[in-house]
């Protein structure tokens, strides 16, 4: 792309704004142009402002850029949100009022009516109801919670060739899911805490929406037909969530057919080789003690989803165990996804 579109970060300074960066600086189609958080950031240079907690330099240009206010007056017509959950509804409307494109990460609006909670491999078609909202307001887009992302592009596959009737799901999930400094090391060292706020209300709910239908002469997705119970718990690992779920399906495949329809899935941003689109979406291991989230977590730039561990379930018909990056394909990657899907779809 010859001119780059330019972006703001709001929410620039902590776990997923971080991640944002990283994923930005020198991506193919965008740069970054403002980055924005609090009050008690603003007026500072990124690099004193933020604990930069990447694995690689924050790349110098970035470090000099003066942190702004959330509000929307940016140079930029697209914003990735990585706001506070507290925060993100009141900020990223008044950005959609301004004009702005809005990916959003935060929880506030992915269950509205007139608001696409996208996974792009899997619903990019739900784009389609923004296109009937006048072009000269803005428009916010969801990225689905972190855990639902990856539990989703594990049971799509499985939904669309077999039908899923129930899941059960029991999560894992990393520290830096609770953001930053999130959970006291006091609470977590030596411990698992089984408890995260809202978190299994959304496992259990989000997962209908995207692997839903969308209607447009009623502008509302007829929600899938799938029974989901979660049961969350926080654990001492840095990044990377687990889940371990067993599955009931409307046709038992054998297991052969149940791994192919993993391993030879592939959604629109393949087709249209989008920049952040990974090459595989569903890894399969075989060993019988993967993925792990040290070992697994970046595959395809951490935007792969892996499975394994895959046996008969006394219960359903199927167990097996999951791992996404929550920072990557779980928030920033796939915020940045969804962005590179809409500029294919004309939205800029
Ligand atoms: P975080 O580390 O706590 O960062 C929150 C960001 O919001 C910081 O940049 C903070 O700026 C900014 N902020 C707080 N109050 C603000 C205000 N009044 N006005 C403007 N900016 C404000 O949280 P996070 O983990 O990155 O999560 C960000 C969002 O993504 C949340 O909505 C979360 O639910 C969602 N999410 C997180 C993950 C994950 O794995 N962490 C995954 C999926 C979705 P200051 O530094 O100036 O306070």
Known sequence: MVNKIPV????ATGSVGQRFITLLHNHPWFTIV???????????RYKEAANWLMPTPLPENIGSIIV?????????????SALDSNVAGDVEMAFKKGGFIVVSNASHYRMANNVPLLVPEINSDHLEMLEQENSATGKIVTNPNC?????????????????VEKAHVVTLQALS?????GVASMDIVDNVIP?????????????????????????????????ISAQCNRV????????????????????????????????EPQKLELPSAPAQVVYYFDEQNFPQPRLHRNIDKG??????RLRDCPLFDYKFSLLSHNTIRGAAGGAILCAEMMVKKGFF
């Not at 899911?177 to 400094?181: F, T």
């Not at 935007?303 to 394994?308: E, P, T, Y």
């Open 34 to 44: 403002s980055l924005a958080a609090s009050k008690q950031s603003a007026g500072k």
């Open 8 to 11: 703001a970060i709001l929410g």
């Open 303 to 308: 935007m792969a989803v892996s499975v394994g």
């Open 177 to 181: 899911g609770a953001g930053y400094p």
């Open 68 to 80: 702004q206010e959330a509000e929307p007056n940016l140079p930029c017509r697209l914003v990735f």
């Open 147 to 163: 855990s639902t992302i990856g539990l989703t592009l594990a049971l799509h596959p499985l939904h669309r060739l077999f039908g």
């Open 236 to 267: 001492a690992v840095s990044d990377g969530h687990m889940a371990c779920i067993s599955v009931k399906l409307k046709v038992k495949p054998s297991k052969k057919d149940l791994i192919a329809a993993w391993t030879t899935f592939s959604g």
């Open 195 to 227: 408890y995260i706020q809202s978190e299994e209300e959304k496992i259990e709910g989000e997962p209908l929406k995207i692997l839903g239908t969308y209607c447009p002469d009623r502008r509302e997705v007829d929600k899938a037909n799938i029974s």
